[in-house]
């Protein structure tokens, strides 16, 4: 692996010699490496030494040292040990401290997502008020992305900061694309619009804000990018015609010219929309394009985050028309959602504000599976317990089963290339012990001898599976592990007492 530039010395720079023995972890990541788990699946440890990682945490070395003690089957300790500190082991590419600037990649690709970031950190969330230099780091990337979002609000993808050194990186699916507003290629690896970015953003501000009640971040950079976040919430809640019929366009993405992606129509508009009270966004969480514009989990997670946004404002006795406003959008995208997305209580996943729904789901983080992790409702709630039984079934068209592996995909892959994301949301999604285990070892004994999660998994082979390397799906599943160590330690603990990392 290329090791982080630049590292407090407390972390331990490391050397030229150090960098050039530390392997990629693209690489490292494909076959099995350390001492396997004493348990059936014989996981191996797919850490990198010490030397090597991209931070090192005493706070997070402990956390692992409990859970692992705790944990009764040594399968899934292997899998909390490999996953809990991947984000930190591995995706650092630079960090300074003089310019609170960092930079975080969440996988084999040199790029910083706004939305893998904030899911990546989520779970060491506990752990800033009891360990200063991780929350250093977490303020460090705040302070990075507020400076992109100012910039540039509807892309979600972004080069490394020239402070770095690193150079930028050439995505040839972008290079044939047109963008509106026009972008830097040395600032921007990608830009696609993905509301849910912006929500990324917002939740990794505010969790910081909540864990240390340090509102220094509530810089002029920070401001200017909740702004244009509200900038962007403005122009794409509005409908594609105005009453004259003149089209209204503030954002367009033409894909085709060697994207992944299709030419757009409508001149990279994509299809047309009525006004509601939701946001449109232009492509999902999965980085594919939209079939209708008001993606229903984005809106939900843009709703929560809004909420947090105005409390985090109140509580630090700043912004109080900035708080007002996130109120009063809160309400009016909630709102919308029960108005214009739920049928007979099904959640629609997408809606245009002309009639038409589209009832599936996407294995990615905001999904309808997620609403109860995203906070929008209880787990309990009759529309959530109805939508969860269409989505985990052949009536979702990206649900598919196999002999050893079953849940949600999406198009980015493909229909029969589940994501063990989908189970992780399942999980999340319920409180029967029979769901919670079986979904559990679904994900254990499918990441092909390798103990990290993967980003998708062919129901036909169980060698077959897309990114070893996926820092995201990897946090996600730590992060559910704490979760039922708080709220279901019987499950997975030798003995019924809960945890909570931090306490």
């Not at 500190?85 to 630079?94: A, F, S």
């Not at 939209?290 to 929560?304: D, E, G, H, Q």
């Not at 406003?325 to 049928?343: F, G, N, P, Y």
Request: include cysteine.
């Amino acid at each position: 692996m290329k090791a982080v530039l630049k590292l407090l010395p407390v972390f331990g720079t490391l050397s030229v010699a150090v960098q050039a023995q530390c392997p990629d972890y693209t690489t490292y990541s494909q076959t099995p490496q350390g001492h396997p788990s004493s348990g059936p699946l014989a996981l191996p440890y797919m850490r990198p030494v010490p030397a090597c990682r991209t931070f090192n945490s005493t706070v997070v070395e402990d956390v692992i040292a409990n859970m692992t003690a705790r944990l009764k089957d040594p399968d899934i300790a292997r899998l909390f040990e490999n996953t809990f500190p991947n984000t930190l082991d591995t995706t650092v590419r630079y960090y300074n401290t003089s310019e609170n600037l960092a930079f975080i990649i969440t996988g084999d690709i040199t790029a910083q997502w706004l939305r893998d970031t904030a899911n990546q950190f989520a779970h060491y969330h506990t752990l800033l008020p009891i360990d200063e230099e991780l929350a250093t780091l977490v303020k460090a990337v705040i302070n990075n992305e507020a400076r992109y979002v100012s910039q540039y609000p509807y892309c979600g993808a972004f080069q490394p900061p020239p402070e770095s050194g690193l150079s930028p990186t050439v995505n040839g699916w972008a290079l044939g694309v047109t963008v509106n507003p026009p972008v830097d290629n040395q600032t921007v690896f990608e830009c696609k619009y993905e509301i849910d970015s912006l929500c990324g953003f917002i939740k990794l501000s505010r969790s910081y804000y909540q864990a240390t009640g340090d509102d220094s971040i509530m810089n002029d950079n920070w401001y200017a990018a909740i702004d244009q976040i509200f900038r962007v919430i403005d122009e794409q809640s509005q409908a594609s015609f105005d009453e004259n019929f003149n089209w209204i366009s503030y954002y367009n993405w033409t894909g085709g010219n060697g994207a992944l992606s299709p030419a757009v129509n409508n001149a990279g508009s994509g299809e047309p929309r009525g006004y509601t009270g939701l946001v449109g966004t232009h492509h999902r969480p999965s980085d594919d394009l939209s079939t209708f514009a008001f993606l229903t989990p984005a809106n939900a997670m843009l709703s929560v985050e809004l909420t947090y946004l105005a409390e985090i404002l109140d509580a630090a006795g700043q912004g109080k028309n900035i708080s007002s406003l996130a109120k009063q959008w809160s309400k009016t995208i909630r709102d919308a959602i029960w108005e214009t997305t739920v049928v007979n209580d099904i959640f629609a996943y997408e809606t245009n504000g002309l009639g038409s729904r589209y009832v599936m789901d996407d294995a990615n983080v905001p999904s309808l599976l997620s609403l109860p992790y995203l906070g929008f409702l209880n787990k309990t709630h009759p529309a959530y317990i109805a939508t969860r039984k269409i989505l985990l079934s052949r009536y979702n068209p990206y649900y598919a089963a196999g002999k050893n592996f079953s849940g949600i995909g999406g198009p980015h892959v493909d229909a029969w290339n589940p994501w063990p994301m989908s189970q992780v949301s399942a999980i999340f999604g319920t409180d029967n012990d029979s769901e919670i285990t079986n979904a559990l070892y679904l994900i254990a004994n499918n990441t092909n001898g390798l103990g990290l999660i993967h980003e998708s998994q062919s129901i036909y082979n169980a060698s077959d599976y897309t990114r070893p390397w996926f820092a995201w799906a990897n946090s996600y599943f730590a992060e559910m592990l704490l979760d039922l160590a708080q709220r279901k330690p019987h499950l997975i603990f030798k003995e019924n007492v809960p945890y909570i990392p931090g306490s």
